[in-house]
């Protein structure tokens, strides 16, 4: 899955494309993970399902991102994978695999307080969809 | 625009200015309903979400606006100095193992854990007492409290209004400087600039300090994230469409806006007496690592201010008072000579404003004014702020050693994160002393002293 990051002068900003709905979350969460933690070192052990809410594309993107940085932050659960069960524009359902941080074991590469709805966008072009999305760190 | 974007910088600051957002955004905040005179941005601006970083805008009660994204997520990030006894030629010699003693004992970066897990009921009480909590269970002294912005207590806290995420995450952060561009730092007084100030301030040439930079941790961004998410859902209440969703807003007078500023208050709290507890143990760390007691090491809390915020002030429009909601996003209250809440000892001269600069420039000490008072909302800049981003500024560094450019210059750093240096560098901020010089030449602050750094500890 690819992300990439784009300049902001105070935060970290993140860019995903996918084929499909779906894909673009799972894509999103990939990225979030991959920008807090060395991936390698986490294990896919514990799964949860969860479901997010929100208006429209972008700010279920920022709500459901929100969701699962706070299962980190608040949790302390590290996600491996995101498998997209369900994508509509107001509604997404996901299963989640990871497992409890181990200081021991992982290692963590950034802080991310929070993510922001400060341009955050989800737009359709001809390949696909594309999100952007501003975390603060 | 409602009223008109007033910006201070100098013609070198400007140079760099057109890059980002920053100009657009004070523009945005100035379309808010109910926001008095101007909105405003210190010299230190740069490009935030929503509000910019440097900005500062006032709103009249009732038909004005509170928004938690013109405080920030780090609600009451701010800082602290301590004066000491101690001079630059007393520590000279054990300055790695006091920077070591410090790094140790003074949990940073990710995720870090502070020594003390709060019962819910202790962290109803910080939410509420702030510093004085701190102070009660023995971590710390009276005269810290005197020596805080509002002495360390925002009214009108209500952890009722906190949700059970933000106070699951407050549990076990308090006492921990965090990450990113939080920092513990030791300074000496380099110049001074204002003899009498000074002298008021405790503070004389060579003088060992120490500067803490930290705020309410994941409580503090959780509480914010609550109320934005909440304000999103009833953005069309405002009456106006926002460019930014992170502009989400609510009326003062509205039981939305008025739930927010009682969670608002208990993360200000929370910072507090997070800061409280970070110089008592800063308190103890010296002790122990030079062997000396309290007496001897006198260390004094010079002053404690808080940069993201939103305070109801009564402070002069037109010519008359007025109470108005002012957020200070990256911006430092700066009252003058002769006002109430500033400590009896610091009453001629002004309200000590803290301003840290990048890692390893130092920082400076200057005195708010009365045109602070009546021009910026008795504010003033907090920082020397970014110019580049954090990706940036981890490209320029690669193959260079930061701990050792810095070593080179006579100052000892050490960082928990891996990044944190890299992302951190000088470079990535505007010149401190350029900033200062606009605050001080534009009259909203005066120069009182300069420090510069010997050691830092980072997230």
């Known amino acids: 899955m690819a992300y990439r990051v784009f300049d902001h002068t105070a935060d970290l900003g993140v860019e995903v494309s996918a084929a499909t709905l779906e894909e673009l979350y799972a894509a999103a969460a990939f990225a979030l993970f991959d920008l807090l933690t060395d991936l390698s070192r986490v294990r896919a052990g514990i799964a949860r399902e969860t479901v997010v809410t929100g208006e429209d594309p972008a700010d279920l993107l920022v709500n459901f991102l929100r969701e699962i940085l706070y299962m980190w932050n608040g949790e302390g659960f590290l996600i491996k994978t995101c498998l997209v069960r369900e994508a509509a524009p107001q509604r997404v359902k996901v299963l989640l695999r990871g497992e409890t941080f181990d200081s021991g074991r992982h290692r963590m590469k950034a802080e991310i307080k929070a993510v922001t709805y400060h341009q955050a966008s989800v737009c359709e072009t001809e390949e696909g969809f594309v999100a952007r999305v501003v975390f603060d760190v | 625009m409602r009223v008109p974007g007033i910006i201070y910088t100098s013609e070198k600051l400007m140079r760099g200015m057109g890059e980002d957002e920053g ?200 509480v914010c994230d609550d109320y934005l998410a909440r304000m999103v859902k009833h953005i069309d209440e405002i009456g106006i469409p926002l460019p930014d969703r992170q502009l989400a807003c609510a009326k003062l007078s509205s039981a939305r806006g008025k739930d927010y500023l009682a969670a608002m208050a208990c993360a200000a709290n929370y910072a507090w007496t997070n800061r409280q507890l970070l110089m008592h143990r800063t308190r103890e760390v010296f002790e122990k690592a ?99 981003s954090r990706t940036r500024a981890m490209k320029s560094c690669r193959g260079r050693s930061i701990a050792r450019e810095m070593a080179q210059r006579g100052i000892i750093v050490m960082a928990s994160g891996r990044g944190t240096l890299q992302e951190e560098i000088p470079e990535a901020y505007k010149d401190l002393d350029e900033v200062v010089e606009v605050v001080h030449r534009a009259g909203l602050s005066t120069k009182v002293a300069r420090l510069s750094t010997l050691g830092c500890i980072k997230g």
């Open chain 2, 290 to 388: 030079l062997g000396m007691g309290p007496r001897e090491l006198g260390m004094r809390l010079l002053y404690d201010v808080c940069h993201n915020i939103a305070k109801i002030e009564t402070l002069p429009v037109a010519g008359s008072d007025v109470r108005l909601c002012v957020h200070r996003k990256g911006a430092t209250r700066a009252f003058p000579p002769g006002h109430a809440a500033l400590p009896p000892a610091y009453r001629k001269v002004g309200q000590p404003v803290l301003i840290p600069g990048d890692m390893g420039s130092g920082s400076y000490v200057l005195a708010g004014t009365q045109r602070a008072f009546t021009e910026t909302f008795g504010s003033a800049c907090h920082g020397a702020g970014r110019v580049m």
């Open chain 2, 23 to 222: 100009p657009k955004q004070v523009a945005h905040v100035a379309h808010l309903p109910g926001i008095v005179t101007a909105s405003l941005a210190m010299p230190d601006m740069h490009w935030g979400y929503g509000f910019p970083i440097g900005g500062v805008a006032a709103f009249d009660m009732e038909e004005g606006i509170v928004s938690p994204g013109g405080v920030g997520y780090d609600i009451n990030c701010g800082c602290r100095l301590i004066t000491t006894r101690l001079h630059a030629e007393d520590i000279r010699d054990r300055l790695q193992a006091l920077v070591t003693a410090l790094f140790q004992n003074i949990p940073s970066g990710v995720g870090s854990r502070g020594a003390l897990r709060l019962s819910a009921k202790d962290e109803r009480q910080v939410l509420t007492e702030g510093s004085a909590w701190a102070v009660r269970h023995g971590y710390g002294t009276e005269a810290d409290l005197e020596m805080t912005e509002d002495n360390g207590v925002m009214a009108g806290a209500d952890p009722q209004k906190v949700s059970d995420r933000a106070l699951e995450r407050g549990k076990d952060q308090l006492g921990t400087l965090g990450s990113g561009n939080h920092f513990l730092e030791i300074e000496a007084v380099e110049e001074i600039f204002d003899a009498a100030a000074a002298a008021a301030f405790g503070m004389e040439k060579g003088q060992i300090c120490v500067m803490i930079h930290s705020g309410s941790r994941g409580l503090g961004y959780q």
